[in-house]
């Protein structure tokens, strides 16, 4: 993982380097690899503001150099390799594998359909971190104890899309932290990196999460566990929420299995005044998490 | 668009019905024949129970009929056609055409790839309703005066998925009406329905409704024009919602367009905490709509 980067041009969109790169599509080459892939200018930004120890390589088009010249200061401060290539190259990149790939190509949404198309000039190449359970819990266990936190935990979220926008929805509510069990989708794929808008890179985001052992040091700590049910007896807007707060969003079909719903200390309903029968997990997500912002700030 | 449904049995995946039916993903086909598709026990379930005089036909397998009796029962009670297919002619029924059609079939998202694959049994076939700007006009006059209301208002978003996906949550929110500009994605592409989750069939939703001539309309009404932005000076949560409110969600990518922000009495700024640089519609959507609702429980 940490051999020198291949300092030479790349002159041909078959060559071993750029199928490499491509091929980080899929969750095996980035394990392998121990790389992700990070497409156009917005969460490049973030990827060099953010988190510099991750970016390892910078490729853009002349075009893109041009039109965002503080790629090229942020990359040089953060001593990264950036190299200047044609659109075509560019494409070759980025180029999807067929439908039906592990991270579920025909399966990503939230708006970023452009994204499939163009990766808009520029594609940077990171260190992908670890997936380490033991990563999670220290992170857990750094959160600063005299303040008001809120976790994000995603278990069993399958869609990379969802996975991606819910870390953005996450970081706009300024939650503290965004933990995610093994059986969630990678954040780092394309889609999920493209879905964030860069939001991976603003707050801890950590892998391989195991939820027995997350609810068990929640359980330990002054942070609550909290999950969304419709059968909850306590309404959302009703409830008191404690201000160090941990909420766990399940998979988009199932929902959360029971026994992490019932290991969950409070668990509440989200009020549906229409005819609708559920909403989905990001829509959930969406209104725990603002109104967790809005109980803090009035509190503030 | 009023001759009787031909009645006798569809024995041929490749037959002429079938075509059309697989055609209503397209938005000219939809127009041309005055029809649209619904598709799994769900939707098909919300069609029959909510706008049974929508419906015209229902083709399901002997599988769904004997899982979902009750569907039987209700196509029953609304005068509709019940044909008994097998799996392939049902498949044959939602083909998906080629990517890159009108309607952006390599866009969809919100969770809904699965039912790219199956309809799970069941495909239900409904009168399109015109696109109308009066009928939008008279719907929204014919609010009640006299309590709260919610309408919301979608001004150039284009995607379908998205569309879907902002009806089932305006639904959840208790919105009293939705209407859709001209320059909307058509709630009822396959790919729209599908996402609102029958959601389409729980309140009022007008399509073909002009942008000024409804912010006209609202502004010698006593209902109030509110839109979300990211310069506005107050923000969401601090700020007095009048209970009678519209709000005009625009396209994914542009916001709102100037003149629209312009003529809206009410704008205002969702809180962003963290690094986040803005909010997807939806996720502006749901935020501005539960606050919207959770006042209304409040003041209730």
Chains 1, 2 share one sequence.
Request: hydrophobic share 45%; net charge negative.
């Amino acid at each position: 993982m940490n051999e020198r980067p291949d300092r030479s041009p790349i002159t041909s969109p078959r060559s071993e380097r750029v199928r490499k790169v491509a091929a980080l599509a899929g969750r095996s080459a980035r394990r392998k690899q121990g790389r992700f892939r990070v497409e156009g200018p917005q969460s490049v930004r973030s990827l060099l503001e953010h988190r510099p120890d991750l970016a390892r390589e910078v490729h853009l088009t002349e075009r893109a150099a041009t039109d965002h010249p503080e790629l090229l200061d942020l990359a040089r401060d953060a001593g990264v390799l950036v190299s200047t290539v044609d659109e075509q190259i560019l494409r070759a990149l980025v180029r999807e594998p067929a439908a039906g790939a592990p991270d579920g190509a025909a399966a990503d949404g939230s708006g970023a359909a452009g994204a499939l198309v163009t990766p808009q000039g520029v594609v940077a190449i990171g260190d992908l971190p670890a997936e380490d359970p033991a990563a999670a819990a220290s992170a857990l266990e750094a959160l600063p104890a005299d303040r008001a936190v809120t976790v994000v935990i995603l278990h069993e979220v399958r869609d990379p899309g969802n996975v991606g926008t819910l870390i953005r929805t996450a970081d706009a509510a300024g939650a503290d932290l965004v933990l995610l069990t093994r059986t969630s989708a990678d954040p780092y794929s394309p889609k999920a990196v493209r879905a964030s808008v860069g939001s991976l890179f603003h707050l801890p985001v950590l892998t391989g999460a195991v939820i027995e052992d997350v609810l068990e040091q929640l359980s330990g700590s002054a942070i609550t566990a909290a999950a969304t049910s419709g059968y909850a007896s306590s309404e959302l807007f009703d409830v008191e929420l404690p201000p160090r707060i941990a909420w766990i969003l399940g998979n988009e079909a199932r929902g959360l299995d029971e026994a992490t719903l019932a290991a969950a200390p409070l668990t509440v309903r989200i009020p549906l005044a229409g005819h609708a029968e559920s909403l989905n997990v990001h829509t959930a997500a969406t209104v725990c998490l603002f109104e967790t912002l809005r109980r803090r700030r009035a509190g503030a």
